[in-house]
């Protein structure tokens, strides 16, 4: 995962040298954080996904799903991913299946395969303000990886509106802002980067956002 977060900040700071080597910092430890919480996300879905599955008698299901989740805590995409891929093929159109998908879909984001990443990435569908947006984000993130930053900026601020809280809309705000500028449209971003002051000036990066404004006026 580290990989590609460096990938995606290096992305980024060959468009935009403007960018200081603090703030790249700052963007990829919030990166490292946002991934981990939507592991942990992941994790408790899948319990939730585990108890629907006992319910209907599913055990084999719940065992496939969690043996490719461990795989994927451990940090061994591969496997993790065949696993996923065998719950999507034999229970695609169930809970587990559409949290595989979700899954399988991170396990081609770490491993770098960012085309097979973003068709998995979209086929999950979520309307939670949590694991929804972040899948989202990581769609975003794989869009960076393919210099389509347009379709990443678009993507980011659907995240955000998804997640609709302090603790994570500011920050799909400010990807999709770096995005904008990544693809030289200054005006898209100053609009995002301004609603982050308007809306979320109390949260870290609103009150440090007025240096990204500043940069594309």
């Known amino acids: 995962m580290a990989n590609n977060n460096k990938k995606v900040d290096n992305t980024v700071a060959e468009v935009d040298g403007a960018i200081s080597k603090s703030e790249l910092w700052l963007e990829k430890n919030q990166k490292n954080i946002m991934y981990a919480l939507i592991a942990i996300v992941l994790v408790v879905a899948a319990g939730w996904g585990w108890n629907y599955f006992k319910t209907n008698s599913n055990e084999?299901?719940?065992?496939?799903?969690?043996?490719?989740?461990?795989?994927?805590?451990?940090?061994?995409?591969?496997?993790?991913?065949?696993?996923?891929?065998?719950?999507?093929?034999?229970?695609?159109s169930t809970n587990a299946g559409n949290l595989a998908k979700a899954y399988a879909g991170l396990c081609q984001k770490n491993l770098g395969n960012?085309?097979?990443?973003?068709?998995?990435?979209?086929?999950?569908?979520?309307?939670?303000?949590?694991?929804?947006?972040?899948?989202?984000?990581?769609?975003?993130?794989?869009?960076?990886n393919m210099d389509n930053n347009v379709e990443a900026a678009k993507t980011f601020e659907k995240a955000a509106k998804a997640a609709n809280n302090a603790e994570f809309t500011p920050l799909y705000l400010k990807k999709a802002g770096l995005a904008y500028e990544a693809a030289g449209d200054n005006a898209a971003a100053l609009k995002v980067y301004q609603s982050i002051r308007d809306n979320w000036f109390e949260t870290s990066i609103g009150q440090s956002i007025d240096k990204y404004i500043v940069r594309v006026q």
């Open 60 to 92: 084999k299901a719940e065992k496939e799903i969690y043996s490719a989740q461990f795989l994927f805590d451990a940090g061994d995409y591969e496997q993790a991913l065949e696993g996923f891929e065998a719950v999507i093929s034999e229970y695609g």
């Open 114 to 144: 960012d085309q097979e990443a973003v068709a998995l990435l979209k086929s999950y569908s979520g309307s939670d303000n949590v694991i929804a947006p972040a899948i989202l984000c990581a769609l975003g993130d794989c869009y960076v």
